[in-house]
């Protein structure tokens, strides 16, 4: 299993809070960077393409843990999660960090590295922007 993680941020929000936003999948297409050139929402996830990269398909997955969001791939070639943990830091504040886990191999894992690495760097900053 490769596990990219992005920074660990601050959002003035509750954890609970933050989580019910991103519920609402149509709030993600503003955490996304302008190289998006496609965004879809459906009711358990969304669809969006950056630049002339494939499209790729987030569905909502199950989780027991009230401190995660796990959205998995839908589709597609290459299967992996995408994990928001969240932290309460205060009353109307929390710590986030986002993930993604595959398997990859050797080949892929490289491929992926670099955009994978900036998109979480890039879901961050939106996400500090809330």
């Known amino acids: 299993m490769t596990t990219y993680t992005g920074p660990e941020i601050s959002v003035q929000r509750s954890a609970e809070a933050l989580k019910a936003h991103l519920s609402d999948f149509a709030h993600f297409e503003a955490l996304f960077p302008d190289s998006v050139t496609y965004f879809k929402v459906y009711d358990e996830g969304f669809t969006f393409q950056l630049g002339q990269l494939p499209k790729v398909a987030l569905k909502r997955e199950a989780s027991d843990d009230p401190d995660r969001m796990i959205l998995s791939s839908a589709g597609g070639t290459v299967d992996?999660?995408?994990?928001?943990?969240?932290?309460?830091?205060?009353?109307?504040?929390?710590?986030?960090?986002?993930?993604?886990?595959?398997?990859?191999?050797?080949?892929?894992?490289?491929?992926?590295?670099?955009?994978l690495n900036q998109l979480l760097s890039d879901l961050s900053d939106g996400l500090s922007r809330l």
């Open 80 to 115: 992996f999660r995408l994990i928001a943990s969240f932290k309460a830091a205060q009353d109307n504040a929390c710590q986030v960090r986002l993930s993604v886990e595959g398997d990859f191999n050797p080949m892929i894992r490289m491929m992926l590295e670099k955009p």
